[in-house]
């Protein structure tokens, strides 16, 4: 039977911080002395007093874990469905929106499309998305539709094409955003048809665009490719329906309406009375 010699020459916290290390336990290393004084004072057991060290290393582990899948996602910015005003996009499920933020759909490995103009939230309800899904511990991977065909043809040029296909395919939540702004060269649609097409039930993913499906035809060139495309989008798909005028549009409307109101404040009666900015409310 071999015996852990005890090492009398380096002191016990040394050797304590180096195998909290190597075990990959940093907030264990960080509070245990802490929580030993407090769980003294306190007149907490030993096992108790591990317990919390546990919960702790848990806790942070967690957060860690979420922040790294954020950082991986790539997302633009940070929106989440707190800021997100559905009354200003009535077209929109909300509670749709809600059940996909559970994320049993990723789990399910099934697919969604925004659909609506320009300004109406599909960006900000994707990232919302994407948050929720790295929040539930899923990799994530945000891009623009024409980012990803240039990205890919790249790798196709330096000959990566493989490694980058694989990543792809892999990651639980891939967003493609603004599908329809740019159309693709004949090379670029088969590349992104082929991302598309791999991913079929074996990863969700979420596509935004501002065309409805009866013209992608006019982004991917072939009738054909676009058919196929989206027989595999569609086969498991949620539809979030988002038409409407654009909230900047909207809202930028609205406050020059508030600045007239408080320029000629007769017109309105009560013009003066009004609160500058505040201009995101919707009545
Ligand atoms: P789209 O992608 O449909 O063009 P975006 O998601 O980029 O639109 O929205 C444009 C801007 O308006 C963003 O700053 C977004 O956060 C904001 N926005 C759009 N719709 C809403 C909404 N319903 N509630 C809050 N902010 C919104
Ligand atoms: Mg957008």
């Keep these: 039977m071999s015996a852990v010699v005890e090492d009398t020459t380096v002191p016990p916290q040394v050797l304590l911080a180096h195998h909290l290390k190597s075990l990959k336990l940093p907030t264990f290393a960080r509070e245990y002395e802490k929580v030993a ?31 790294r899948r954020i950082r991986q996602a790539r997302f633009p910015q940070t929106k989440s469905l707190d800021t997100f005003d559905f009354k200003a996009i009535p077209s929109l499920n909300k509670s749709l929106v809600l ?15 925004a ?14 998305l994407g948050l929720a899904a790295c929040q ?15 990205e890919l043809i790249e790798a196709r040029d ?3 094409l493989r490694s980058l296909q694989k990543q792809l395919a892999k990651v639980n939540l891939l967003i493609v955003d603004e599908l329809g702004y740019v159309p693709f ?15 079929y039930e074996n990863g969700a993913t979420l596509v935004t ?20 495309l989206l027989d595999r989008l569609t086969h498991h798909v949620h539809i979030l329906e988002m038409n409407g ?25 009560h013009g003066h009375t009004e609160p500058k900015g505040g201009a995101t409310d919707t009545d």
């Design 99 to 113: 059940e996909l933020a559970r994320c049993e759909w990723i789990e399910r490995r099934e697919n969604c499309i």
């Design 115 to 128: 659909l609506g103009p320009a300004g109406t939230g599909k960006t900000h309800t994707a990232l919302a």
């Design 245 to 269: 005028e654009s909230y900047r549009l909207a809202t930028s409307k609205k406050r020059a309406r508030k600045a007239s109101a408080i320029a000629a404040p007769d017109a309105s009666g």
């Design 136 to 150: 539930r511990n899923h990799s994530v991977l945000f891009v623009t539709a024409a980012a990803l065909v240039h």
């Design 37 to 67: 004084f407090e769980c003294v004072r306190a007149q907490v057991d030993y096992p108790r007093y591990l317990l919390r060290l546990c919960e702790l290393e848990r806790i942070d582990r967690d957060r860690r874990n979420m922040e």
């Design 209 to 228: 665009s501002n065309l409805p499906f009866d013209e992608w035809t006019s982004v991917f060139g072939s009738e054909r490719l676009t058919g196929a």
């Design 185 to 199: 060269t004949a090379v670029g649609s088969e590349l992104l048809f082929e991302v598309i097409s791999r991913r």
């Design 158 to 160: 330096e000959r990566r």
